[in-house]
């Protein structure tokens, strides 16, 4: 006799007419209830009626709201890895920093088709044990926030010298050979998931996505496996660009798109990252 169990989904985004897309949300956004009830306070979170393979019922929630959505679905996989969500909060005496200075050795990649720069955004301390998984002692994460494109994969086997490592669809030109620097806010790790905090834009996500348009579960180049959630930066008001007297870029803040996200995907294996503005 098959036994039911109940498991717990960050986000609602699943179709289950799309197999793979199916096996990568499962495999991504599978959390304990811990993050479940987080989840189901900031946007929505699934809860899974399951035998075997089967989905016998699947609820969608949303605050104390709850939705029977699915029934008697077959899945594609029957197990799954759930992932501890937990956020990256604003602490002055944090190991964690968004903005500051470019690091000393730090080698910002350079594309032939760039018209502008990367930028330095920041860097999460990976001797910190939230972060120990990515195997480098520091990530420091880069992006070229002034000019539009699809997302981008870096080789950071030296963690120092971050170097593109597909082909680069840039659409525009901007800001050539500006380097931005943001005033620096310093983050600590915690496991209180804090919805008030986070809502205000005082923490950050952490180990599953939480996504407001389509999900996009990146593949690894190298590997052709789903990608681990890092964490997504916001977009923030209190983070200024400070180096800006001659107003040459024309925003004062540190902005990501339409006041977006920057989503972060990492494979320790192969040290390659996935960054992409969430539109």
Request: proline share 7%; net charge negative.
């Amino acid at each position: 006799m098959t036994i039911s169990k109940i498991r717990y989904l960050g986000g609602w985004e699943v179709y289950f007419e799309k197999k793979e897309l199916t096996i990568d949300f499962l495999s991504t956004h599978g959390v304990d209830l811990i993050g479940f009830k987080f989840f189901k306070e900031v946007q929505s979170a699934l809860e899974f009626e399951i035998e075997g393979k089967k989905l016998i019922k699947g609820y969608k929630h949303r605050k104390d709201e709850r939705e029977l959505k699915w029934e008697n679905i077959e899945l594609p996989i029957e197990d799954w890895e759930d992932h501890k969500v937990f956020l990256l909060e604003k602490d002055p005496n944090g190991i964690h920093r968004v903005g500051g200075s470019i690091p000393k050795d730090l080698q910002l990649p350079t594309h032939p088709d760039l018209t502008s720069p990367f930028q330095y955004i920041g860097t999460l301390d990976c001797t910190d044990p939230y972060f120990k998984w990515i195997n480098i002692d520091k990530l420091h994460i880069v992006f070229p926030l002034y000019e539009p494109n699809a997302g981008i994969y870096l080789d950071y086997s030296n963690p120092l010298n971050p170097t593109i490592i597909e082909t680069v669809d840039f659409f525009a030109e901007s800001y050539k050979d500006f380097q931005v620097e943001y005033s620096q806010v310093n983050f600590k790790t915690t496991p209180v998931l804090d919805v008030n905090k986070y809502k205000k834009g005082d923490a950050l996500v952490c180990g599953v996505p939480l996504w407001y348009q389509f999900p996009h579960v990146p593949k690894c180049p190298i590997s052709n496996s789903p990608m681990r959630f890092i964490c997504s930066i916001k977009s923030d008001k209190q983070i200024r660009v400070v180096n800006n007297e001659d107003a040459t870029v024309t925003d004062n803040i540190l902005i990501f798109g339409d006041m977006s996200h920057l989503m972060l995907f990492y494979n320790p294996v192969t040290k390659i990252m996935f960054a992409n503005i969430e539109p």
